[in-house]
């Protein structure tokens, strides 16, 4: 697969590493959005939001370090990404912000109305960001059209296909099965009660979803089983991926709600690892003109820049960690609800 670790590899793994805590951390904050609405009653809503609220925004700041290094470390694939996928991307921004707008605003009114209001927009803007996400990575996986100069010449409608719609609602199956182990995690009583009988049906949504997904990657896209093909150890990876998921459900039936958590982030980091091995050297794959692709050598900075950036990512990465290490240790156990709560 390589011939020896370099540079240009190791800036590849470090933005699969960053965008694998994005996925695992904003991924169950999602989850706890689309669920938003399906609890009943102001209390159980409100326990929803404080279970998220002093993490939410940490947790995007592994989506926005991933992009600064993926500006930094690749520019021409940030370029070629940035403007291929230009309103997909604002629409993401867009919804991101409605949604951390109706965690604020929420609270600032006690008519039912208003509350309403908010808890739809919550909704739509966590169902909105984790569908375009996953169109997003569908794309990638599929591939765009890039000229000869690696810019994008298609529209924004052939970014919506049947594969990029499967991933799409594949991505929102994990998010949403991912955030329910989170609230059980959280809750106590009967909203634990209540969200305990939702991990088994998003668990099912997400399986049947990830079966469809795997087998139309098989028939459409075997360029992503490749490198399987050749190192056939690589199945491994699959294997974890199959049996955290399957651990989730046993440690739920014990009432081990940290460990069904840790299983479900291991569950998401297999599946990052096998995005990341089937897509491998390629970042951009070009469809129909596989030569105009970028790779994760011709989309490069220099090698100086990289190795720069690479003490720079030594200093930082120990410190974005630790940020996030301390916040889950202070915001540790159970939800309770005060004055100044949400």
Known sequence: MIDALDFNFLWYLLIGILLTGYAILDGFDLGVGILHLFIKGDTGRRVFLNAIGPVWDGNEVWLVTAGGALFAAFPEVYATAFSGFYLPFMLLLFALIFRAVSIEFRSKQTGVRWRK????????????????????????????PLDAAHNYTGTLLDLIHPYSLLVGITTVALFMMHGAIYLVLKTEQEV???VRNWV????????????????????YVPRMTAAFREYPWLFSVALLSMLAIANIPREIHLGREFRAFLSSSAAIAALMAL??????????????LPENSLTIYNGASSEKTLMIMLIIALIGMPLVIAYTVSIYWIFRGKVKLDKMSY
């Open 117 to 144: 209001v908010w808890d739809v927009s919550f909704f739509g803007g966590s169902l909105l960001a984790s569908l375009l996400i996953g169109i997003t990575l569908g794309n990638i996986i599929w591939g765009i």
């Open 192 to 194: 634990q009660k209540t």
């Open 200 to 219: 088994n049906n998003t668990m099912v949504f997400f399986i049947i979803c990830y079966a469809t997904t795997t087998m139309a990657t098989l028939l």
């Open 275 to 288: 995005f990341g091995i089937g897509m491998f050297p390629t970042m951009l794959y070009s469809v129909g």
